[in-house]
């Protein structure tokens, strides 16, 4: 089975500027989450999504929204650019398997998409 | 709210040494507890899973030990290689938010020749 893809895996935007980041879970897998990963920071959660709704948001001010499509695939966008949202963006994704519940299963991440603005 | 630690935060050891790392959680009512590797600028790995009701799970050279009551979890690693230098991190999912994992700062491991 192939594995969590994430594509772009470099960017590098301006200030003000906005960026889509995509994500393509495991084949069957319904449930993607993402979280930002800074040096001062760490890993932080920015918002997970079931069956294209989205069912927790971590605290990120409004800039960073996202969506999942009907294949399960998500994106994640962030406009109005800041610096300070340079960060390796990683998306994960878990079967999300009914009766066992998001929060029992292994999440498998993918590998990234580097951030930097400038 | 969930907190978690990890100490130490960096370790540096020859090839060949066994080792243990270790993980500090504050709310104790978790469902699972993830262990993670993490290579330079690259994803996460995961490396094992264990469920609260487990004590421990272990997968090649890897051995994870859990104990809920006390808020800990260890990562031992049993004769150490060069190759096993990377970020480890630990995480545990939130007690009612779908989704989301709280993390560890992460133990830098280097392993030298």
């Known amino acids: 089975k192939a594995g969590v893809t994430q594509t772009p895996r470099y960017l590098i935007k301006t200030r003000g500027q906005q960026v889509t980041l995509s994500c393509s879970p495991i084949?069957?897998?319904?449930?993607v989450s993402w979280y930002q990963q800074t040096p001062g920071q760490g890993l932080q959660f920015l918002f997970e999504y079931f069956s294209e709704t989205q069912r927790n948001k971590g605290n990120f001010p409004g800039r960073f929204s996202g969506r999942q499509f009907s294949n399960s695939r998500s994106e994640m966008n962030v406009s109005t650019l800041e610096l300070g949202d340079s960060a390796l963006y990683l998306c994960a994704s878990s079967p999300g398997l009914a009766g066992v519940g998001t929060r029992r299963e292994t999440q498998y991440f993918g590998p990234g998409t580097r951030l930097l603005v400038l | 709210k969930q907190e978690v630690t990890q100490i130490p935060a960096a370790l540096s050891v020859p090839e060949g040494e066994n080792l243990v790392l270790n993980c500090s959680f504050t709310?104790?009512?978790?469902?699972?507890l993830q262990w993670f590797r993490q290579d330079p600028g690259k994803g996460l790995t995961s490396l094992l899973l264990i469920q609260s009701s487990q004590r421990e799970q272990t997968s090649g050279r890897l051995n994870a030990s859990l104990d809920k009551s006390s808020g800990r979890s260890t990562l031992y690693i049993a004769a150490s290689q060069p190759g096993d230098s990377a970020t480890y991190l630990c995480a545990v999912p939130g007690g009612t938010s779908y989704g989301k994992l709280t993390f560890g700062q992460g133990t830098i491991l280097t392993v030298h020749p």
């Open positions: 709310d104790s009512a978790i469902y699972n």
């Open positions: 084949s069957g897998h319904r449930s």
